[in-house]
């Protein structure tokens, strides 16, 4: 049985006094101390329980876990793992994308789960475990699709923006350029074009790669934290890149019978390697990094 709280007890976050002989049934009917304060929800035991958990009052969104100085020394791995999961959680229901209402229920509910595996004397962290997967589970399928559809029309936005601003500079080249002997300023617009494909590319490889979102994901839709215009145009400047190694024959392209000439004679083709570019994203920028790297080294030995 939980002891009955005997005295009036002034919360330490809040000072509001807690008086189990209160007309109110919510202070008058507390039977465990680990429940914490009526009013800001602050764990009132600072004897039994190896930590203090509560939401912070000056931040909705935000679960404090104070470890409680009774029982620094002998807090235990496993609690300590948890605490951490119970952190990594919190950060990610904070930076999703949702309403504020609907985030601060998950945020009570992860609390709830927070004080199963990390308050009272004797707390059930396997239980809590199991309990903190469920929810993750909940959010992920009850939010899960909404974020990702959200990030995946704000990319596509981008870049068909980027995409129709890269096609109009290629088209005004070409047009300018097509009657002159200049053969530099007449390929540039080429360059252009491969930049407008690959944003094409880019926005269909997200798709192909975010089939399911992890939990983790909700928060942070790529691992590199690129907004989606930095993203794009990051994707672009790699894919013209990726033109002029070709133009350069630093390296090769063999797809059927198309090769560098063709490309250079067709804009189809070219708004093609541009697309399959965007496709290949960070592995084509990582492979490009690593031929420069290369050059410079044979050129130095």
Request: glycine share 6%.
């Amino acid at each position: 049985m939980s002891k009955k709280i005997k005295e009036p007890y002034r919360c330490k976050t809040c000072g509001a006094i807690v008086n189990p002989n209160s007309s109110d049934p919510a202070v008058r009917n507390i039977s465990d101390a680990d429940f914490g304060c009526p009013k800001c929800q602050t764990p009132l035991s600072s004897v039994s329980s190896q930590f203090l958990v509560y939401i912070d009052k000056e931040n909705p969104y935000d679960i404090e876990v104070m470890e409680n100085n009774t029982h620094a020394n002998n807090t235990s791995s496993e609690l300590n793992n948890f605490y951490a999961l119970i952190e990594d959680t919190n950060l990610v229901i904070k930076r999703m994308d949702v309403d504020k209402k609907l985030k601060k229920v998950y945020i009570k509910q992860l609390l709830a789960v927070a004080r199963i595996g990390l308050v009272g004397k004797d707390p059930n962290i396997a239980l809590a475990k199991k309990a903190l997967n469920k929810l993750k589970s909940r959010i992920l399928i009850n939010e899960g699709g909404k974020i990702k559809n959200k990030y995946f029309g704000k990319l596509g936005i981008a870049s068909l923006i980027i995409g129709a601003i890269a096609i109009g500079i290629a088209i005004g080249i070409y047009y300018l350029t097509k009657d002159t002997d200049d053969g530099v300023t007449y390929y540039i617009h080429q360059y252009f074009f491969v930049f407008a494909g690959s944003m094409a590319g880019a926005w269909v490889s997200f798709g192909v790669r975010k089939k399911e979102l992890k939990f983790d994901e909700l928060s942070v839709m790529e691992k590199d934290r690129l907004n989606p215009y930095i993203r794009l145009l990051f994707v672009g400047v790699v894919s013209m890149l990726f033109l002029l190694f070709l133009n350069s024959s630093l390296i090769t392209l063999a797809i059927g019978e198309v090769t560098i000439d063709s490309i250079m004679d067709n804009i189809e083709l070219q708004i093609l390697l541009g697309a399959i570019a965007g496709l290949a994203g960070n592995s084509l920028a990582s492979r490009l990094y690593n031929i420069a790297g290369d050059a410079i080294k044979e050129q130095e030995e």
